[in-house]
């Protein structure tokens, strides 16, 4: 059995950036005493979730890649001889940012990156004013623990990133993320989108043969123009297997630091059973680039 030591951090932000980051390098310092391999933040991990309003001076809050936080998690993950994914508002050019996944090897070198593709716009997720859909493609990223296929929040919704991620060597599927309850939806609704985030992951571990990490923040975080209730972010962190089985679920509530031992072999066997890339009809599947057929 080939044994990874997953770790992440589930955790509320505040508008104090260097407690954010002070919080998370304490955090990544005790997963990885406790055996921690591979260590997982949640998206936009180092701010409050900005995109919340539309405001040009939160601008002020992207940095170059490579730039002061990949150093930061940089030192740190050649100290601790940990993989680290981390979620930074990446500024390219003056005019120009991404949502941007960074991984970064044990010995403290960014060893691939990968800009959000797909970018949300919905009251409090303003994400378009912000973020120019990524260019990079759909690559997983070679690290000393395996393949990763590092893709961000909105894109979980789309099998198509799942699944490219997989033709091309995946061996995990991992998705930073920001997602919560609008106060104007009932409570009802509020737990089928919860239960629907969480499914919707699960198939792709199932389509795919791929375990899933996903790691969300918790918290209330207050909409600072008033239009909206603000977001309660509604943590819910998991751990997948390759046939979807919940291997670790987080609280809704509470931040958790977690340490997860996963059989990187099992996926070979659950292919085995379940076939699912040998019976793909490739042939059948051009009209799949369409917008929709009419």
Known sequence: MRELRVGFLQQHNTADVKDN????????????????QLIVLQELHNSLYFCQTEDVDLFDLAEPIPGP???????????????LVVSLFEKRAPGLYHNTAV?????????????KMHIPDDPAYYEKFYFTPGDLGF??????????????????????????MALQGAEMLIYPTAIGYAESDTPEEQQRQRMAWQTVM???????????????????????????????????????GPQ???????STD?????????????????R???????????????????????
């Open 103 to 115: 991984v970064i090897e044990s010995n403290g070198e960014i060893v691939g990156k990968y800009r």
């Open 244 to 250: 979807g089985e919940i291997l670790y679920e987080a």
């Open 202 to 240: 699960r198939g792709h571990a199932v389509a795919n043969g791929l375990p899933v990490v996903a790691v969300n923040r918790v918290g209330f975080e207050a909409d600072p123009s008033g239009q909206t209730g603000g977001i309660q972010f509604w943590g819910t962190s998991f751990v997948a």
């Open 21 to 36: 980051i002070l919080r998370l390098s304490e955090g990544i310092a005790d997963l990885a005493r406790r055996g921690a």
């Open 272 to 294: 085995r059973w379940w076939p699912f890339l040998r019976d793909r009809r490739i042939e059948a599947y051009g009209d799949i680039t369409k917008r929709f057929i009419d």
């Open 139 to 164: 690559h997983p990223i070679q690290t000393s623990v395996g393949k990763l296929g590092v893709l961000v929040c909105w894109d979980q919704w789309y099998p198509e990133a799942a699944r490219l």
């Open 254 to 270: 509470d931040e958790e630091s977690i340490v997860l031992e996963m059989d990187m072999e099992r996926s070979e066997q659950v």
């Open 69 to 83: 936080s990949t150093r930061l998690y940089g030192e740190l993950a050649k100290q601790l001889g940990v993989v």
